[in-house]
């Protein structure tokens, strides 16, 4: 048994003499003492109520094993009655934040994969503009779809997740009196973190093209299209409704995750600079991997087009093109 124990007051030789000759049940002393590896002697005393103390916490664990239903007791009486009472280990919230954090960077890295026609993949990714300016990603991914006019061969898309405090996770700080409270506190704290996030993203943007709109190398290299990802239903909403007419100066988008199903549930795309929209991640059809036929002249149209804008001149001088 694992189960972690605290002494919270004095055993009770007589509750202790009652339930541990429930176990022992029809056997002698020494049936007993014999499952769990102790001497006779021990066993007589606490059936006898002649006990001067608790019993060992190695000694208590081992009878609790033997405790069964029918036997009409539980583990939790036995221990209190030695004085003891099983130390309930709560899960830090940073803790269940950070593994919730990894199943949403899983959750969109697979679906952005069915959708999108993902290249590459990369996780923790920190973009630095100079010693003031920086972007990070949980996810970074470069796809099809993630695709600027603006900014030519920039196909990434970055994903920033934000975690709130799990239900109930607070209940350390303000205890169960108030769920309500716990509910607007844990919106207030997202909010404020989303706020801080979109802010510093278009900041970056606005710093790194002040010499020319999308004239320096630090913005062309910056993802695309970015996406605040939560999987916290409450907030998602809130922020939708209250910064549906946000505009920004890059393509960005609120994505909601649904972590039991395991999917992208929603996701709102925010107004550019220049009134356009990004088209939102369920628009996008999930690709059917059954079926990826092509005709012949599909595939000769779509070869010539590509040839003529990507291959160097002295490749198609090579094979023998006129210029």
């Given at each position: 048994m694992d189960a972690k124990l605290e002494k919270v007051s004095e055993a009770d030789p007589k509750e202790l003499a009652r339930i541990v000759t429930i176990i022992k049940g029809f056997g002698t002393a020494a049936d007993l003492a014999k499952k769990i590896h102790v001497n006779p002697s021990t066993i007589?005393?606490?059936?006898?109520?002649?006990?001067?103390?608790?019993?060992?916490?190695?000694?208590?664990?081992?009878?609790?094993?033997?405790?069964?239903?029918?036997?009409?007791?539980?583990?939790?009486?036995?221990?209190?009655?030695?004085?003891?009472?099983?130390v309930e280990e709560r899960i830090s919230p940073h803790v269940q934040m950070r593994e919730r954090t990894y199943l949403v960077r899983d959750i969109l890295a697979r679906n952005v994969s069915r959708r999108h026609g993902v290249w590459r993949v990369a996780n923790d990714t920190r973009f630095l503009i100079n010693n003031m300016f920086s972007a990070f990603f949980d996810l970074l991914v470069e796809c099809d779809t993630a695709y600027d006019q603006r900014r030519p061969n920039n196909y990434l898309w970055g994903f920033d997740i934000l975690m709130t405090p799990p239900h109930g996770g607070m209940s350390h700080i303000y205890g169960e009196r108030d769920v309500n409270f716990e509910l607007k506190r844990r919106i207030a704290v997202g909010e404020r973190n989303f706020r801080d996030r979109i802010?510093?993203?278009?900041?970056?943007?606005?710093?790194?093209?002040?010499?020319?709109?999308?004239?320096?190398?630090?913005?062309?290299?910056?993802?695309?299209?970015?996406?605040?990802?939560?999987?916290?239903?409450?907030?998602?909403?809130?922020?939708?409704?209250?910064?549906?007419?946000?505009?920004?100066?890059?393509?960005?988008?609120?994505?909601?995750?649904?972590?039991?199903?395991?999917?992208?549930?929603?996701?709102?795309?925010?107004?550019?600079?220049?009134?356009?929209?990004?088209?939102?991640?369920?628009?996008?059809?999930?690709?059917?991997?059954?079926?990826?036929?092509?005709?012949?002249?599909?595939?000769?149209?779509?070869?010539?087009?590509?040839?003529?804008?990507?291959?160097?001149?002295?490749?198609?001088?090579?094979?023998?093109?006129?210029?």
């Open positions: 007589s005393r606490i059936v006898n109520g002649k006990l001067s103390g608790p019993i060992s916490e190695d000694t208590l664990k081992k009878l609790a094993e033997l405790i069964s239903p029918d036997m009409e007791i539980t583990k939790e009486q036995l221990f209190k009655a030695n004085g003891y009472r099983v802010s510093r993203y278009s900041l970056v943007y606005l710093q790194s093209g002040k010499d020319g709109i999308f004239a320096s190398d630090e913005l062309k290299a910056l993802p695309a299209r970015v996406s605040i990802v939560l999987d916290d239903e409450d907030l998602y909403k809130i922020l939708k409704e209250k910064y549906e007419k946000l505009v920004l100066p890059m393509d960005a988008s609120l994505i909601l995750v649904d972590t039991e199903a395991e999917n992208v549930k929603d996701e709102f795309a925010f107004t550019r600079e220049d009134g356009e929209k990004t088209k939102v991640f369920l628009d996008w059809k999930e690709a059917d991997r059954n079926d990826f036929s092509i005709s012949e002249d599909e595939y000769d149209f779509t070869y010539d087009d590509m040839y003529d804008k990507f291959f160097p001149d002295d490749i198609k001088r090579s094979n023998g093109d006129k210029e």
